[in-house]
């Protein structure tokens, strides 16, 4: 890990008696300009490595997780690699997508509040992809982080990658949050219909596995060490 | 499932009464002309379809599995999919390549003993492959599947895929096999050091993941049905 960097949306900045974890890597805060969504992809200067482990501020994910998912990112730095799968599908007496987080046996979808990505796409989403879209994720004020699924699957033509059995992030500490409200599903299906529209199809693309380590749930003989011991 | 071609390598012909399984697809036995682990990979024109299920006559595969296994191969359809994964590593005392079939945390080679791979790579193998290095296979009679990991990695600069924690195939009815042969690690390192020569480098490369279904060992709501029980 080279750095942390937190995006500070909040207009009021931080405490400055704030006490911030003690980490072998530096803490840089950026206070935004705005409260913008699109401000967790702008292709900060402080970013140096090419990948990225973008986390909500709720997520709570393992030290082995994290070193886990960056190996499977480093064999597919051209994909969206993390924890988080969800999966749109078409609902054919409504003529609409519909974007669902039920446990399902394929995905198209990693949420970007636990996953890697490369540096590269933050430059894509920031300065190649369409500002229209940018505006409409500050109008939902919600759905970056499908816009950005949609920006790869347009890019590559592939899905992304799912890592690991962890597949909700339930922050038990965090009271209410964005997710809780009751059109929170019917307003990122409507992201999806207007991503869909506005690209003139729909590029997401399912994939029917996630990626485990080799020796997940094996049973090897005594003496023998495997490289993670619950994923 | 298409059909089922038998490679007959045994000069003596099936007994008429052998009693093949009854299947909803045909049997068909194909009876070679020389006892070549070559024969295995030749183009038969009765291969139809893109994919093909290499399998040993001693390998025992469940339906999910193959079922599942096709699946995944599906999404990656240059690269070898398959079940018993083994790996090279460099042994620098001896100046040499080694062949490691314990449990390890990456591997490089799928055994074509229980591998889809595309019907492409039976023509790459028979005829775009240099000739000695099918008959480096047939001097040695071994070594037919670590020929193609490399011949594919060769092509294709990827490592192959596992899928499931299927890791040994250990048929118990099946009484003595090459395998058990003392000298079977000896010869397969053989066979790796003298294709890196012929090649003027190793191809192979590693993968620290395998392919498992999105939601195994996930703990589901009841009510709620998963695509695969076990796998």
Redesign the interface.
Known sequence: MHSVLVIWNNPIPPNPDLSWPQLHVPIKVILSQNNSLNNRFLPYDLIETDAILSIDDDIQLRHDEIV?GF??WR?HRDQLVGFP?RAHFWNGSDSSWFYNS??????SMILTGAAFFHKYYTFAYTSEMSPDIRNMVDNYFNCEDIAMNFLLAHITRK?PL??T?H?SFDCVYCGSTLHDRPDHYAARSRCINWLTNHYGYNPLMY????????????R??LG?Q???KYI
């Open positions: 886990f190996r499977v064999e799968a039920d446990y399902m046996c394929e995905f899905p799912k890592v059995l597949w994939s029917q596995y996630r990626a485990d380590s080799v020796l997940f749930k094996t090897i003989p023998k495997k490289c993670y």
